[in-house]
């Protein structure tokens, strides 16, 4: 067996625990974990700040099943909706405390937490406040283009349409007819999420323009000033450790990788909120892709920044980077293939690691919300059952 193939047998046998294994009786155990990193210090408190349209699902998976795995603890709402259908409201500490699941103020009050991986309004004092000290913070960003795309089908944004031109028209064209009109329609549709008549988010209309930046906290009424948003890319750029790209997102998650310590196996992933559109960005008539980015001009500046910096540190990565990216991507095959995992799979193996890689985003975070809970109620009892060693503290005073 050739070293890369020995490589991926050590990291599979763990994520497996020990299944691979069996299948190579002729290898020594010690021969399996021989080329596995020899980081001693995973970091464990990230504040992930979640992108609408961005591919942000996907990445919120990776690190929810990493803190699940290691048992960390995450910062919750106690509105299983929150986070969800609308965004956490962080505006200052005192109200967001109140809030959070399971928490009594008596002694909880200055409680912190070791991940955050839900959707917000970037607001960097108040998650200090409630993170562990010296967090790692980490956000991902999309093409405006296939970022607007994305938010036109699963938002609904042609319900701002005649009812004639969204039975008749294609797609495309769809989205011809909203920027021949933008903010006439921007208008109509903001009335009808206003209406809750968007099944998907009470809080769609935010997602017409420019999101992106918006979900970081910028002032939208400065949206149109290229110097302010110049500026706040700055204050960004010293503030958030890693911006991933989505469209350059196996390549993100690498550097992710070796920021954080962890595992290549910490990084497996299965695509979510996949399919809500037929439309494919790179298919869109260029006039069309070039109105979308002026539309969204503050996004597109946000995005050339961030795109630019991800190169950059690939390139600070090292040597190894390319063949580490293609050990990734077979290896995510690989376990693809060993777990049956996809939309139309059967006969699926039903491991541990199998059926956490393949659980849907609700069903992970409801089963993280469930141990939350077992924990605030009898939390020596938990721990006792679990066998386990909950990172979670008290802010020291």
Not at 37 to 64: D, E, F, M, R, W
Not at 131 to 143: A, E, N
Request: proline share 3%; with cysteine.
């Amino acid at each position: 067996m050739g070293r890369s193939k020995c490589k991926a047998a050590a990291i599979i046998s763990v994520i497996f625990g020990g299944l691979l294994y069996q299948y190579f009786p002729f290898m020594s155990r010690s021969e399996f974990y021989q080329d596995l990193p020899t980081c001693q210090s995973p970091v464990t408190n990230i504040a992930y700040l979640k992108i609408h349209k961005a591919g942000s699902s996907t990445l919120s998976q990776v690190i929810n099943r990493f803190g699940y795995r290691k048992n960390l603890s995450f910062l919750l709402p106690s509105d299983i909706e929150c986070g969800k259908r609308y965004m956490w409201d962080m505006k200052s500490t005192s109200e967001v405390r109140k809030d959070i699941l399971e928490i009594r103020p008596a002694d909880m009050s200055n409680s912190r937490y070791n991940l955050f991986t839900l959707h917000t309004i970037y607001n960097r004092r108040v998650l200090d406040d409630l993170m562990q000290p010296g967090s790692r913070y980490i956000t991902i960003l999309r093409d405006p283009v296939g970022q607007f795309v994305s938010a036109f089908g699963y938002y609904e944004f042609e319900r701002a349409l005649s009812y004639g031109k969204q039975n008749i028209l294609n797609e495309t064209e769809k989205i011809r007819e909203w920027f021949r009109h933008p903010h006439y329609y921007r208008r109509k549709y903001e009335d009808i999420a206003g209406r809750g008549e968007i099944e998907v988010s009470t809080e769609s209309y935010l997602f017409c323009r420019n999101s992106q930046v918006r979900d970081l906290g910028f002032d939208m009424i400065h949206e149109e000033n290229v110097f302010k948003i110049s500026e706040y890319i700055d204050v960004l750029d010293e503030e958030i450790d890693l911006v991933l790209i989505m469209d350059h997102f196996d390549e993100s998650l690498l550097v992710m990788q070796k920021m954080l310590c962890w595992e290549m196996s910490d990084i497996l992933y299965f695509p979510e909120n996949q399919g809500h559109s037929n439309l494919k960005s790179s298919r869109l008539p260029r006039d069309i892709a070039h109105t979308i980015r002026n539309w969204n001009s503050a996004d597109q500046q946000l995005y050339v920044h961030f795109n630019r910096t991800l190169w950059r540190k690939i390139r600070e990565y090292g040597p190894s980077f390319e063949s580490d990216l293609e050990t990734f991507r077979s290896l995510l095959k690989f376990v693809f293939q060993l777990c049956n995992i996809g939309p139309h799979s059967q006969d699926r193996i039903y491991s541990y690691n199998c059926r956490l890689l393949a659980m849907g985003k609700n069903a992970l975070m409801d089963a993280i919300r469930r141990r939350h809970r077992r924990y605030w109620r009898k939390p020596n009892e938990f721990l006792q059952t679990q066998g386990i060693s909950y990172q979670f503290s008290h802010q020291e005073e």
